[in-house]
């Protein structure tokens, strides 16, 4: 059972019922030709990242990506069926997603990395021929707190960030995932979780929406000028420089030797003939004890030593904030409200996909 909305801290904010939202978007998914059981998986994802406090990858991301390079023009396939290939490693499958809809083959393809790290203590996943499967901290808190390490990246649907001293977009923002089972020793799993831009295209589209601007360095103009106007924007620039640039390739060499298209052929309707326009992803799990070398100083089990490290790290450094923590505060926020926190223009166009589909609007239930 949820618990009762807290109206009093959240006034200001639209708590939203989170099956209601995923009626919703399950509804949304499946009038473009999705089946029931992925599009209920894409609305779960969707829900995460709300629960967890990420609003630029949820449902109104998810279904603008569909819209724009998915289901409308031959990017996803509805009810595409997964095809495993063969494979000479036991620990290690390859899949052709047959351009499925992306957060139903992450889901997925987790629980066979999970299943396989179960019997050989580390389980890897590759995908071939795939779509956005939005964000990855989702699938590595959940493996996570099943008491696994996890990790993803992926190519990106569009070719939107310039390289170290480029002037031209030919990477993707390549995001890094990882997830360790921290819960028992934090109160929450560690979820480190970034694009290698400065900033997530979704962060630029939120900033729009809301009326704000990009902090400083994150994006260029048309014309290559440093921009913080959020409607400006026409590509993103790397975190950290040469750092976030080479870790932007990481994500490149995956998909390459998986079988991914050329970056700026990806999400387009007419490249190049004879090349791909899909993505790939890259999923990896491992179980703590293939990792346990059995002799922790002053007798410490493994989590108590992973503790242990944790609180010499921060000793000093109380202020300091742990990867996942952001996530944890949102989780609780939602918790203690009662439901998805959303704002008005978020809530607004929510309900004008509602009004498509002819149902009733969303309706807060704090207010």
Request: charge should be negative.
């Amino acid at each position: 059972m949820r618990p009762q909305t807290n109206s009093k801290h959240y006034f200001f904010m639209n708590v939203i019922d989170v099956d209601a939202h995923n009626e919703l978007v399950t509804a949304a998914y499946m009038a473009r030709g999705y089946d029931e059981a992925e599009s209920r998986e894409a609305a779960d994802m969707a829900a995460a990242a709300t629960w967890h406090g990420n609003n630029t990858h949820n449902a109104l991301k998810a279904l603008h990506l569909d819209e724009l390079f998915g289901s409308h023009v031959g990017g996803c396939v509805p009810s595409a069926e997964i095809e495993v290939l063969p494979s000479r490693f036991a620990a290690s499958e390859v899949w052709n997603s047959n351009k499925k809809l992306g957060q139903a083959v992450a889901k997925r393809a987790f629980q066979r990395a999970m299943d396989l790290a179960d019997e050989f203590g580390v389980g890897i996943v590759s995908v071939d021929n795939t779509f956005h499967y939005l964000w990855g901290g989702g699938y590595v808190i959940e493996a996570a707190k099943k008491g696994y390490i996890a990790y993803t990246n992926c190519t990106s649907t569009l070719a939107e960030v310039v390289p170290f001293m480029g002037k031209r977009p030919t990477l993707g923002t390549n995001p890094h995932t990882w997830g360790f089972p921290t819960q028992d020793i934090l109160g929450f799993p560690i979820c480190i979780d970034w694009a290698t831009s400065t900033v997530a295209m979704g962060r630029v589209q939120q900033l729009a929406r809301e009326g704000k601007e990009l902090p400083p360095n994150a994006a260029v103009d048309a014309d290559g000028n440093v921009t913080t106007d959020p409607n400006k924007v026409a590509a993103l620039l790397p975190f950290g420089a040469h750092k976030g640039y080479g870790m932007s390739l990481i994500n490149e060499f995956f998909g390459a030797l998986i079988g991914t298209s050329l970056p700026t052929h990806r999400g387009r309707t007419a490249p190049t003939s004879g090349e791909k326009t899909s993505c790939a992803f890259y999923f990896q799990v491992i179980h703590p004890d293939a990792l346990n070398a059995g002799n922790y100083a002053e007798g410490r089990t493994q989590m108590e030593n992973l503790k242990a490290c944790l609180d010499d790290i921060l000793d000093g450094n109380e202020g300091a904030m742990l990867p996942g923590q952001l996530e944890a505060n949102g989780a609780k926020r939602s918790e203690e409200a009662g439901g998805l926190i959303f704002t008005d223009a978020e809530l607004e166009a929510l309900n004008e996909i509602a009004a498509e589909l002819g149902r009733e609007p969303l309706k807060p239930i704090n207010s």
